[in-house]
């Protein structure tokens, strides 16, 4: 490896933005190559970046180019082929979430990382950010006590003009509904924040919008520490919003933004029987840096290029997808508990999320 790490995009649709303006921001990164579907359109962006060179497909792109790190910024049905050619290539691999439509496609991921002595890093930019690490920093001390019970709800709206996008609302190609496209993002943050998950309760519902997969889901989640959360996700809600609230012992932690967050969307909220002074020390002080993909992408090449571990706001990959997974699962199986050990021999683990979504959308 080079000391300034070679980064290619594959994918030039809209999250590819946000990597290239990363790449860009670290001084021991540059963008060399892209390559997507449509030429027209890795022209396009190669222009607006100053990206050297554009390929018709990803075999000649790593065939020429020998990449350091491969951004991949494609739909997710194809992130495990792309994932897997990469390693083979001998570079890393920064993905989009969901990183596969499968937890038996990660895994095979995440062998083929191991094997070829590489990173996986998956995008999950909602746990980045000084206001996220202070809220774990509090969690994880026990200076709140105990983590009682929380909400997570992803509402967001999408209009049938976004579902018109051949990929999107199908099993095949994107893999589930709103739970994996969507809801992942303040799940996955929720996980960060609390750990390691034990039983979950779904439901996928198909309320309106013209899909194979669901507009609506809910579910319970319960995590080793025992906090019960409820979750909501929806592409039908005009006022969007992204929150999530956790109520513990001493305080209330909330954050409510919509794709990203900083110290204003953050709130901690005392207990009545808490003293003032103990509280003023929860009090977020440090300087701001707000989440997004250029602190994630920062930390990844900062362990990329010495050797380091990835940094908690990229490891541990497959745990929110595990939790989407279960509540897959739990709505397969009319709503039932779905524990860790129920999700490893269960259908969902292996080639596919699709499940049963309950279709309440009036006859047209």
Known sequence: M??????AIVGTGAIAHSHARAIAAYPDAELVAATDLSRASADAFAESYGVPAVYDDLESLLAAEHPDVVHICTPPGAHHAQTLAA????????????PAPSLDELQEMTDAAAAADRRLAVVFQQRTGTAAAHAKRLLDSGALGRALVAQCQTLWYRDATYFAVPWRGKWETEGGGTTLGHAIHQIDLLAFLLGDWTRV????????RETQTEDVSTATIVFEGGVVAQMVSS??????????????????ITVDHLYGHGHDNWLITPAAHVDPAEAATWELTDAE???GHAPLLRDVFDALRTGAPLPPTA????RSIEIVAAIYA???????????ADLAVHPTHRKSFASAVIDLRPAR
């Open 315 to 318: 490891d541990a990959p497959a």
């Open 2 to 7: 080079t000391d300034t790490l070679r980064c």
């Open 330 to 340: 739990s709505a397969s199986a009319d709503g039932d508990v779905v524990t860790p």
């Open 87 to 98: 390693f083979a290539a001998g570079a890393h691999v920064v993905v989009e979430k969901p």
């Open 235 to 252: 592409t039908l809600s005009p006022r969007e919003v992204s929150t999530i609230r956790i109520d513990t012992e001493k305080a209330t």
């Open 289 to 291: 840096e707000p989440s």
């Open 201 to 208: 309760e779904g439901r996928l519902w198909r309320l309106d």
